[in-house]
């Protein structure tokens, strides 16, 4: 995975995520359009993976725990830059392996689902209908993080762990 300051204009344009460096829990975000960011995000374009099967990672409670255990702090921010990123232990996906390629394409349409809700979330004006979204995004939530999980293959134990840590 290639991390970079964003100083170069390529890394503005196209397909990329975009996370802030410090924060409270990790917010990892897609855009496929041109984002000038300064600094205090970086920005990720990696070429070896699908950034929606990425992101769905990266904002995953999984990653969460990862960071806050193994991850750098100031204080109680994530330091979520470079060197950290790059000790994510991403889990690749065997395109040789049916299963495997099923769990990568479940995972990149619960991010295009989340995507599209979340823009429907930013354009609803009525108070029902944000509701309706939130729900919808906290259901799409567990169900990605259902999914890490399993991608993970992680024990009950370790899923209570995680679970703990993010209420």
Same mark, same amino acid.
């Given at each position: 995975m290639h991390v970079t300051y964003a100083r170069d204009e390529k890394f503005f344009v196209g397909e990329k995520i975009i996370s802030l460096r410090k924060t409270a829990r990790p917010q990892f975000t897609y855009t496929d359009f041109p984002?000038?960011?300064?600094?205090?995000?970086? !920005?990720?374009?990696?070429? $070896?993976?699908?950034? #929606?099967?990425?992101?769905?990672? &990266?904002?995953?409670?999984? !990653?969460?725990?990862?960071? $806050?255990?193994?991850? #750098?702090?100031?204080?109680?921010? &994530?330091?979520?830059?470079?060197?950290?990123?790059?000790?994510?232990?991403i889990r690749t996906i065997n395109f040789d392996d049916p299963a495997d390629v099923a769990r990568h394409d479940k995972m990149v349409a619960l991010v295009e689902r989340m995507l599209g809700l979340h823009k429907k979330l930013a354009a609803a004006t009525i108070p029902a209908d944000k509701e309706l979204y939130q729900r919808q995004i906290e259901a799409t939530d567990r169900q990605i993080d259902a999914l890490v999980y399993e991608l993970y293959g992680l024990p009950e134990e370790e899923i209570g762990a995680v679970e703990e840590q993010n209420h």
């Open positions: 984002c000038y960011v300064s600094q205090t995000f970086y !920005i990720l374009k990696p070429k $070896d993976v699908n950034l #929606k099967y990425l992101l769905g990672l &990266l904002n995953s409670r999984v !990653i969460y725990f990862w960071l $806050d255990k193994k991850g #750098k702090k100031q204080g109680d921010q &994530l330091q979520v830059d470079k060197q950290p990123l790059l000790k994510i232990p």
